[in-house]
């Protein structure tokens, strides 16, 4: 693990803008750059399933990214080389506007390469299924924080089947009121219980 | 004795022999929020926050439907109240969402991270001119007319609801034998300034970048909850405060112990000095802390358990100490079967049941999309295993009132006389009690925003 990927891990944000500033300065390639982040990502993961991380300190890893992405993607434009690890489309159900966690699932996506569509909060069935079908992701994700939420992630799924989506795409769910018994009502493919489950999914539907 | 008088002293005397951790005739089942009795009986969930008749004619048949029920919610929003100052940090069924959509609370940052010096400095005059206008969309050109026929028309919102909801308790008692579960209400200090002011991305950097500052602001605000809470508490203390938390959940231990518990504790013996329980909802999974309320007076919180959260382990870790409540799942009561609750609450009355101190309730709530069925079975099985002392008589008891600090006010007497040059040749007295009452109902309004 190289410095910045330690940094990272560490979530030593100074020192992280401090060497990716120095490191655009010498002409090191953004894509190596993102890769020795994703690097340090996987590192936070690590900890906070071994208990060592909690929440917060996934937040403020999906915190920094975010900032680190604001310097490296002009750099990767003008580089013109962008490679991803794969699209996910997530967002929050309908009628519920909560953002936390879809926010910290896209920001840890995105920290692990992957090319996230995220369609915001209150997000209809027909505004998944649209994007399923226009941005052709292998991985669905749907965020809820409330229990009235059920039939909205049945509704998507069901919506998916009836324009014959279903079978291209894997469907994740997540959020406090969300476990096992929610997924095989709805029709999921998988609950995740952590944010970083759906990262280790998303990795997994791509053959990672 | 009337028969509600009777069925109301049962039900409140063996809420408060569970809270005390005493022996009880039948495990309690009481919710400090239940949502499904609104909707229930077909109230939509904008008529719950606009008609006041109406929710309370949906709780009023929800208790007769219900009679195992031991207590319902002792809240609620009023919608005209948010209408007439414009709050935006609230959608609101009917106004900003489909009327079958429950109000959803929005966190935005209303504190910019360099203000922290001038909250810290006055953090009463820093809300009311400052962070309060940033979500209340009248208060945003002071002086207009717009302005000061918001203020004056919140004001008698205010009132309108404290009425109203003096006489929904009066009628829930009354005629449905029903106590309310809480009176009063505050957050964790960590928790206001997270909410409503610097919001979650924000707090979380602040911890890391500004601790000293975040710590200073939750001492304050410790202070601030209190006063809160005090004035708002039931003056006999025969039911505790009520104190949602939200942010505890996603700090790890270390973090917890530095930012969220000090200014909690302080807030918590501040009301139990002043002869007030609390009673806490432990939203998400607080198992990495919640052993730090053993540091407590014993019996002095009543703990609502979330689904995330674990009450099996809650109870081996606090249970001898402090009253639990919950163990009904959300996915179990809207999505199980009736058979599935039964054995639920079978199997919690015969394990967490077993310690005095525990309350059967949803995690934190009884959800507005339980199956009617299921809350049914919910009763039958509490009256069928939750015998535990039938020889206990349940009867209410008055809290012991300690010393508390003085009510803040935002202007004395003193300077007002002052200010409009006033002799006082009277009773001054009789000026002055009038004149601190209305101080500390203004303090209370500008406060309550930061739930």
Redesign the interface.
């Known amino acids: 693990m190289n410095e910045l990927a330690l940094a990272m891990k560490e979530l030593d944000?100074d020192k992280i803008m401090e060497l990716v500033k120095s490191g655009l300065d010498q002409g090191d390639s953004p894509l190596d750059i993102v890769a020795a982040l994703n690097q340090g990502v996987v590192g936070v993961g690590e900890l906070y399933e071994s208990g060592e991380?909690?929440?917060?300190?996934l937040?403020?890893a999906a915190?920094i990214l975010t900032e680190v992405m604001e310097i490296l993607e002009p750099a990767m434009v003008r580089s013109g080389r962008t490679e991803s690890a794969g699209t996910v489309v997530i967002g929050t159900v309908a009628?519920?506007?909560?953002d936390?966690g879809k926010n910290i699932v896209g920001t840890l996506l995105k920290g692990s390469g992957f090319n996230v569509v995220d369609l915001g909060v209150d997000v209809p069935a027909d505004k998944f299924v649209e994007a399923v079908a226009e941005h052709q992701p292998k991985v669905l994700g749907m965020s809820a924080l409330?229990?009235?939420t059920?039939p909205e992630m049945k509704a998507v799924v069901e919506a998916l089947a009836a324009k014959g989506l279903r079978g291209q795409v894997k469907v994740v769910i997540g959020g406090?009121?969300v476990?096992d018994?929610?997924k095989v009502?709805a029709g999921a493919d998988y609950w995740a219980p952590t944010a970083m489950d759906t990262v280790s999914f998303a990795n997994r539907a791509y053959g990672k | 004795m009337t028969d509600m008088k009777k069925l109301y002293d049962e039900r409140l005397g063996r809420y408060q022999a569970a809270m005390a951790l005493e022996p009880v005739d039948r495990i309690p089942l009481a919710s400090g929020v239940s949502t499904y009795a609104e909707v229930y009986s077909g109230n939509n969930k904008q008529e719950t926050i606009y008609d006041q008749e109406k929710w309370l004619q949906g709780e009023i048949k929800f208790c007769q439907d219900f009679p195992v029920t031991d207590t319902l919610r002792s809240n609620r929003i009023y919608g005209p109240l948010f209408d007439a100052l414009g709050v935006v940090n609230y959608k609101l069924p009917g106004r900003d969402l489909n009327v079958d959509t429950q109000f959803q609370f929005v966190e935005k940052e209303y504190m910019r991270p360099e203000e922290y010096d001038e909250f810290l400095a006055n953090p009463t005059d820093f809300i009311v001119t400052r962070a309060w206008p940033r979500f209340m969309a009248s208060l945003a050109d002071p002086g207009s007319l717009e302005y000061a026929n918001a203020l004056f028309k919140a004001g008698l919102c205010q009132a309108a609801f404290g009425a109203f909801m003096m006489r929904r308790g009066q009628t829930l008692a009354r005629d449905c034998g029903m106590p309310q579960p809480m009176s009063g209400f505050f957050l964790a200090p960590f928790d206001a300034l997270s909410d409503t002011l610097r919001d979650f991305k924000g707090i979380m950097r602040d911890i890391r970048r500004r601790p000293d500052k975040v710590i200073k602001a939750c001492d304050l605000l410790a202070d601030e909850m209190a006063n809160l809470a005090l004035n708002t508490a039931d003056p006999t203390r025969s039911l505790p405060v009520f104190c949602p938390t939200h942010k505890a959940m996603f700090l790890s231990p270390k973090e917890f112990d530095a930012f969220y518990w000090p200014s909690l504790k302080k807030t918590l013996d501040i009301l139990h000095h002043a002869g007030h329980r609390t009673r806490l909802l432990l939203e998400g999974d607080w198992g990495p802390h919640i052993r730090h309320f053993l540091e407590l007076p014993r019996a002095s919180v009543l703990l609502d358990i979330d689904g995330q959260g674990d009450i099996y382990r809650a109870s081996e870790a606090v249970g001898h100490h402090q009253g639990l409540a919950g163990g009904l799942n959300d996915p179990l009561l809207i999505l199980g079967t009736p058979d599935q609750v039964r054995e639920k609450v079978k199997n919690l009355c015969q394990t967490v049941g077993r310690k005095a101190g525990y309350i059967v309730n949803g995690a934190c709530n009884i959800p507005y999309d339980t199956k009617p069925e299921n809350y049914r079975a919910v009763c039958e099985a509490v009256e069928e295993y939750g015998k535990f002392d039938p020889g206990v008589k349940p009867a209410p008891r008055q809290g012991v009132a300690g010393p508390r600090p003085a009510p803040k006010l935002i202007s004395t007497w003193a300077r007002q006389k002052a200010l409009i040059k006033a002799p006082a040749p009277g009773d001054e007295a009789l000026i002055e009690a009038p004149w601190n009452r209305f101080e500390a109902l203004a303090y209370n309004f500008w406060w309550q925003w930061v739930v």
């Open positions: 944000e991380y909690f929440v917060s300190q937040m403020f915190e009628g519920d506007v909560h936390i409330l229990s009235f059920y406090a009121p476990t018994e929610v009502y």
